[in-house]
């Protein structure tokens, strides 16, 4: 019988693999013969081949590398009872019988029985592991990813369970509610990265991208990773198809339309390994926990005392204009950005302190004043009159119904700014974005005990680090913080109880994801003018208008000192973007604004791509073989 490679330690162990004329390969992708999970492990990792007389093992460039007998190799014949290492799997490769050599025979062999290396005896049948219980609270994009990364990687030897008060029950699966299950559901669209998107299971990055569910809008760059361009894509679609797949996996992914609430669930709580939290920026499991993970600190991010804080209206729109005309108009200014998927999506308006207050809504029977938009926010979509109407609340958006208003004035400017017809306007939102400094993203919420395990909390994607939206990184920071994650605890896990040192990698690539990603939203908040004095970019907005109002501008200095920061941005981007327009083009389309709408764009200065285009995170770096484990410090 032909030899056998035999998994002896991780997720395949106890499973064989004939070896015989058929190359045997292994990795990532779903497509080798040995899948391995891990996310040290490449996608094409390495393979064995039958060559002359016996087996050879080729490592092939993979990042993390392939051992035998503990020796990291390239290539090497194999011999029975060599143990394998990759990633996270050890193999053995044995004979089928105790009496069989894997060297094939060969004319000039002259090999005899007593010459034959010993075969290893066969290992001890393996008993299924400890399982690690994990309970996920937010069933967003950043938990339902965590969830499928940790099943793909530990397969049955996690179970894992997420709430989601937003959902509930359709027949056997578990779907989003609806607007009128009072549901009101993102249809923004949002940039991955490559480096992000890469590091999720193949299943997930097939299901997510099929060829109409995204566009490559942004170039690629520092994140990018083996010439992936950035994606764009609904974040809505993103949630839909996530909770699919988890629907698929009920045997490893338990899912439970309800709110987790830590004093209802806590003595399912104390029981479980892992709490994973995942629930926004508002988090109230977070908050629970604040003795566990320290206060936020706001002061680094104020100015003269105040916490800085941006109000963005969104408007959802389908514009005319071309991906590079949009991207060059986006990059060129700091009042409006437009992200979208092929034409469709959400036009964003940084709104002045004084126009944030205009943000409200009315109902038009008891003639009352709502600040709904502002505080759920609620989304407003235009209704058979014209009007924007929140199903929720039964308001009206006010500054749209009143004759002369200064803020829908600037709105339709932003609309023809970027070549959207009014009735290509179909609902309006509001985000209020700050940031804050958070001390830790890890912590022991229940102590060990005789009958406990000791549970770990983790904070991830915005319940972390809740980020401003400019630079584009919200999402992707919180995709990093949940791959960490995963692949900490399937290095981890052995089925005992956890120690603070078996995440001190998860919690330095948290901390140099808050200090790289929050920096560059830094610098989506405030300027710096000729004087070295920081502002807010809203409060420089609020001036020009002031300033605009009743001035004689000069419109045609104005266009050509845009189309000096036009030009500039387009000889950056041009190698990265064809398509992008001639000076004719832009100039014909700046003539469509008026003085004070330009005079507005002008002063809101273009974006810093320095900073939003500088070296990215690799969180890759803590999970390599070789890499230094952080040793923590003590507070002075």
């Known amino acids: 019988m032909p030899p056998e490679i035999v998994g002896r330690e991780g997720p395949l162990a106890g499973r064989r693999f004939t070896v015989g004329d058929s190359p045997i390969t292994f990795g990532r992708k779903q497509d080798n013969s040995v899948v391995i999970a891990s996310g040290s492990a490449s996608r094409f990792h390495a393979e064995v081949l039958r060559e002359d007389d016996g087996y050879v093992l080729h490592d092939r460039g993979s990042s993390n590398g392939t051992l035998v007998n503990g020796e990291r190799v390239t290539s090497r014949r194999l011999r029975p009872g060599d143990v394998i290492t990759i990633g996270d799997e050890t193999f053995v490769f044995e004979a089928a019988d105790a009496m069989e050599t894997v060297l094939l025979p060969s004319p000039a062999s002259s090999l005899s029985p007593t010459s034959l290396p010993s075969p290893a005896s066969p290992p001890a049948p393996v008993e299924p592991g400890p399982v690690l219980n994990v309970t996920v609270s937010g069933g967003g994009p950043v938990g339902l990813s965590f969830a499928l990364l940790l099943e ?31 549901n009101v559901r993102r249809q923004q669209v949002v940039t991955v990265q490559s480096r992000q998107y890469l590091n999720l299971p193949e299943e997930v990055q097939a299901r997510l991208f099929g060829a109409e569910s995204y566009s490559e809008m942004w170039p690629a760059g520092p994140d990018s990773i083996r010439g992936h361009s950035p994606r764009n894509i609904r974040i809505a679609y993103i949630e839909d198809t996530l909770l699919e797949l988890a629907n698929e996996k009920t045997d490893r992914i338990r899912l439970v339309p309800e709110r987790f609430d830590p004093v209802e669930h806590h003595d399912v709580l104390v029981k479980d390994h892992v709490l994973a939290i995942c629930e926004g920026g508002r988090s109230r499991t977070r908050d629970h926990f604040t003795d566990k993970f320290g206060n936020a600190d706001t002061s680094i991010y104020s100015l003269n005392g105040h916490h800085v804080q941006d109000v963005v209206l969104g408007l959802r729109v389908k514009s005319d204009l071309s991906d590079p005309m949009t991207v060059l108009l986006t990059v060129a200014q700091n009042r409006f950005l437009l992200n979208s998927l092929r034409g469709e999506g959400f ?265 939003m285009g500088g070296e990215e995170v690799d969180i890759d770096i803590f999970y390599r073989k070789d890499a230094p484990v952080p040793t923590p410090q003590k507070n002075p």
């Open 152 to 182: 793909s990687m530990m397969g049955a030897r996690a179970a894992i369970t997420v709430y989601d008060g937003r959902w509930t029950r359709d027949g056997s699966r578990v779907v989003w509610k609806s607007a009128g299950q009072g």
């Open 347 to 611: 036009l964003n308006m940084r709104l002045t302190d004084t126009e944030a207050k205009e943000v409200v809504g009315i109902d038009p029977v008891r003639h009352v004043f709502e600040d709904c938009i502002a505080s759920r926010p609620c989304v407003m979509g235009r209704d058979d009159h014209g009007d924007f109407h929140c199903s929720t609340h039964s308001t009206l958006f006010l500054p749209a119904l009143v004759k002369g208003s200064a803020l829908w004035k600037r709105v339709m400017e932003g609309l023809t700014f970027f070549g959207v017809a009014e009735e290509n306007l179909s609902a309006v939102t509001a985000f209020r974005l700050d940031m804050v400094q958070r001390p830790r993203f890890t912590g022991q919420l229940f102590s060990t005990t005789s009958a406990t395990p000791g549970t770990y909390g983790f904070l991830l994607g915005d319940a972390a680090n809740a980020i401003h939206f400019w630079p584009g990184r919200g999402l992707n920071t919180g995709l990093a913080s949940a791959t960490s994650l995963a692949r900490s605890l399937d290095n981890a896990w052995r089925g005992r109880a956890f120690r603070d040192a078996d995440f001190l990698r998860h919690e330095a690539a948290m901390s140099m994801l808050q200090y790289r990603q929050k920096s560059r939203a830094w610098k989506a908040m405030v300027a710096t003018d000729e004087n070295g004095t920081t502002h807010a970019i809203k409060d420089q907005i609020a001036r020009s208008i002031e300033e605009a109002a009743g001035a004689d501008l000069d419109k045609d200095a104005d266009i050509e000192t845009l189309m000096t920061q036009l030009r500039e941005i387009r000889g950056r981007l041009s190698p990265r973007i064809p398509g992008m327009p001639d000076d004719t083009t832009l100039r014909d389309h700046l003539r469509t604004l008026k003085s004070e709408t330009l005079r507005t764009l002008l002063e809101s200065g273009a974006w810093d791509t320095l900073i």
